[in-house]
């Protein structure tokens, strides 16, 4: 359903009260929430209106949208992976800064429903299912490569704790977050993660993001100076045997629900164009059968996007539903690894081609900036940079070839 006709069907604003979680992925209020949701994106879209989604967020928040794979029992959703990313798509299609924000929060609650029982996992789900929200600090600007484990950020001994210094980039959602998990290294210089709040001393979050796309999603620096850590609020990595197909597969969710708003914007833009071409093949766009064919290829796109994205998620689920003490099953992993990757290669391009060629049905005045259909472009073409196409394809090549297994990097 597209972000208009959810708009049309909830009319005015509604209650807040109605969207009290949790929310399953069927759940009644779901749509209502997302037409919300999808209101609010308009609203900020307006010119002196910009700004960041905190309406959104305050919503996620009481609709425990944030518990939407934790079991029922736990007080959670109880979704499926291609559940959860049926809900990233559609979420994504009312606003894809919103989606965008919650990734680190749904990668981590994966990591924490598959770490061994006790206590600290206990505390950790209570809090999503809560509806509290956390955020990532993964990445430093360094000559390192991509995906090196030795972070420049450290975990040093303090008493029965630690300390925590260094400085992230690309933090995205933090802004928003209750918690922010945090790589760093320990004196060893092993690899190891920090979950700690947003509002303790010494952390300080920056919100200077200005990439061309995606410009609401806090994807700021950083910055921790002296921040204490607690033993338990350390979590130890082995990055060994790590395939992290959720984490680039959750970017390509994003991507089709973006596209879902394209056709969107394009049937709309022919309804709303009331001249044609004199050498036309209709005196209405709305009938022009070339204009036509261009939204179903719009149209065609989205539903190819749509449908390789859910089948990449169910190898997802299948590995997901292997983990042993916190380790996935290494083929189907491998496999989750590289129905990722080969979404990747499709989907960009899909994706690409479709946010140029909604122009076409437009006219010069779809190029106005006051319609902001560049976003949709800029958008996909911010969430397609994180990894490059062509190292994805030239993996999936190799394996093909040469049977080379792909990389076990949470950056691939």
């Given at each position: 359903m597209t972000s208009q006709t959810l708009l049309a069907k909830t009319g005015g604003a509604a209650a807040e009260a109605a969207f009290d979680g949790p929310l399953g992925p069927d759940a009644p209020q779901l749509e209502p929430l997302?037409?919300?949701?999808?209101?609010?994106?308009?609203?900020?879209?307006?010119?002196?209106?910009?700004?960041?989604?905190?309406?959104?967020?305050?919503?996620?928040?009481?609709?425990?949208?944030?518990?939407?794979?934790?079991?029922?029992?736990?007080?959670?959703?109880g979704a499926s992976l291609r559940e959860l990313f049926g809900v990233v798509i559609r979420l994504a299609e009312a606003d894809p800064d919103v989606a965008h924000i919650l990734r680190a929060h749904y990668l981590l609650t994966d990591e924490f429903l598959r770490a061994p029982a006790g206590a600290v996992r206990d505390e950790r789900l209570r809090r999503v299912a809560a509806g509290e929200i956390f955020g990532n600090a993964y990445t430093e600007l360094s000559s390192k490569p991509v995906g090196n484990y030795a972070f420049e950020t450290r975990l040093s001994p303090d008493g029965d704790g630690f300390r925590l210094n260094g400085t992230k980039y690309f933090s995205t959602g933090t802004l928003y977050a209750d918690w922010v998990y945090v790589t760093a290294s320990l004196e060893d210089g092993s690899p190891a993660g920090a979950i700690v709040p947003t509002g303790r001393a010494g952390l300080r979050i920056v919100d200077d993001w200005d990439g061309i796309g995606q410009k609401y999603t806090g994807s700021g620096t950083t910055h921790f100076d002296d921040v204490r850590v607690e033993a338990d609020e350390v979590v130890r990595r082995d990055t060994a045997n790590q395939f992290n197909a959720l984490a680039q597969l959750y970017l390509h969710g994003v991507i089709a629900g973006i596209l879902r708003n394209v056709v969107s914007d394009a049937a709309a833009l022919l309804h709303g164009?009331?001249?044609?071409?004199?050498?036309?093949?209709?005196?209405?766009?709305?009938?022009?059968?070339?204009?036509?064919?261009?939204?179903?290829?719009?149209?065609?796109?989205?539903?190819?996007a749509e449908a390789i994205?859910?089948?990449a998620a169910d190898a997802l689920d299948r590995a997901f539903a292997s983990g042993v003490g916190g380790e996935v099953d290494p083929q189907l992993g491998h496999e989750s690894s590289l129905r990722a990757a080969q979404a990747k290669v499709s989907v960009d391009a899909l994706a690409l081609r479709a946010?140029?060629?909604?122009?076409?049905?437009?006219?010069?005045?779809?190029?106005?900036q006051s319609a902001q259909l560049d976003r949709?472009?800029?958008?996909?073409?911010?969430?397609?940079s994180h990894n490059p196409t062509l190292y994805k394809a030239r993996a999936i090549g190799d394996y093909e070839v040469n049977g080379r297994e792909l990389p076990r990097n949470a950056y691939f």
């Open positions: 997302l037409a919300e949701i999808a209101r609010d994106a308009e609203e900020r879209r307006k010119p002196g209106q910009e700004g960041h989604p905190w309406r959104a967020l305050a919503l996620i928040r009481r609709a425990r949208l944030g518990a939407l794979r934790l079991p029922r029992e736990s007080g959670g959703g164009r009331a001249r044609t071409f004199s050498h036309a093949a209709a005196a209405r766009p709305a009938e022009d059968p070339q204009l036509l064919q261009v939204v179903g290829e719009l149209s065609s796109a989205a539903f190819a994205v859910l089948a946010a140029s060629l909604l122009f076409e049905v437009g006219g010069s005045s779809a190029a106005r949709h472009w800029r958008n996909v073409r911010t969430l397609a």
